[in-house]
């Protein structure tokens, strides 16, 4: 497989600044890149995606910025609310229908 | 709602004998695939199918084996579970060919005793 995250890093935030969470990537091949939320005992859930030809997408709140030249994808949070602690992961997928995780990254806001 | 869903949530299983993971989708996508997530870990791809296409990845033990009788279901088997192997199993679906929208399940909490 692709990069695999043994070691979770961590990052706490003050309640309303924004997060800045990164993510590298190991496959110059892939197309499509995805932010996951996973809070504990639960599945993965979708906050937003970015494909290979931008260089930057927004939702509500959220900007996904890609890098290709050095594999990095980063993930941006505006007004961070208590609510969005959980553990962050980005994957990365392609045409061949292979879709790895990053390591992810346990964020926590402290009220 | 189209979703995918994983029975049981729980499942403990004793050290050797077989488990099978049941995963199931509303979705109609092509592909599915399961992982594996230990603790504080990222989820690890063990296996996917694209249609029938069955397409393991390197590193899966042989332990794991995977079944997908038809587009709706799909089944991780663990044919002699060791106490390593208790962790969250999801499973995900998607259109395939690069069209994106993965979409996980709520995992099964696999515990071996």
């Known amino acids: 497989g692709e990069s695999v995250g043994l070691h979770l890093p961590t990052l706490s935030v003050q309640e309303g600044d924004n997060s800045i969470i990164n993510c590298a990537y190991s496959?110059?091949?892939?197309?499509?890149f995805i932010w996951y939320k996973q809070e504990s005992g639960k599945g993965p859930q979708f906050i937003i995606d970015?494909?290979?030809?931008?260089d930057k997408r927004q939702g509500q709140r959220v900007t996904v910025l890609l890098n290709k030249t050095v594999k990095h994808l980063s993930l941006q949070i505006a007004a961070t609310q208590p609510g969005d602690s959980a553990v962050y992961f980005c994957?990365?997928?392609?045409?061949?229908?292979?879709?790895?995780f990053g390591t992810g990254t346990s964020l926590t806001v402290i009220p | 709602d189209a979703m995918v869903i994983q029975n049981p949530r729980y499942q403990v299983t004793q050290f050797g004998k077989p488990v099978t993971l049941s995963c199931s989708q509303t979705?109609?996508?092509?592909?599915m695939y399961w992982y594996q997530q230990k603790s504080s870990q990222a989820p690890k791809l063990l296996f996917h199918?694209?249609?029938?296409?069955?397409?393991n990845e390197a590193d899966t033990p042989d332990n794991f084996q995977s079944r997908r009788p038809n587009t709706s279901f799909c089944f991780l088997d663990i044919r002699s579970p060791g106490l390593g192997d208790a962790a969250m199993y999801l499973c995900?679906?998607?259109?395939?060919?690069?069209?994106?929208?993965?979409?996980f399940g709520s995992g099964t909490r696999l515990t071996v005793v």
């Open positions: 995900a679906t998607s259109r395939g060919g690069g069209a994106g929208g993965y979409t």
């Open positions: 496959n110059s091949a892939s197309d499509y």
């Open positions: 970015i494909r290979s030809n931008m």
């Open positions: 994957a990365e997928g392609s045409g061949s229908n292979q879709f790895y």
């Open positions: 979705l109609n996508h092509n592909v």
């Open positions: 199918y694209y249609d029938k296409d069955f397409n």
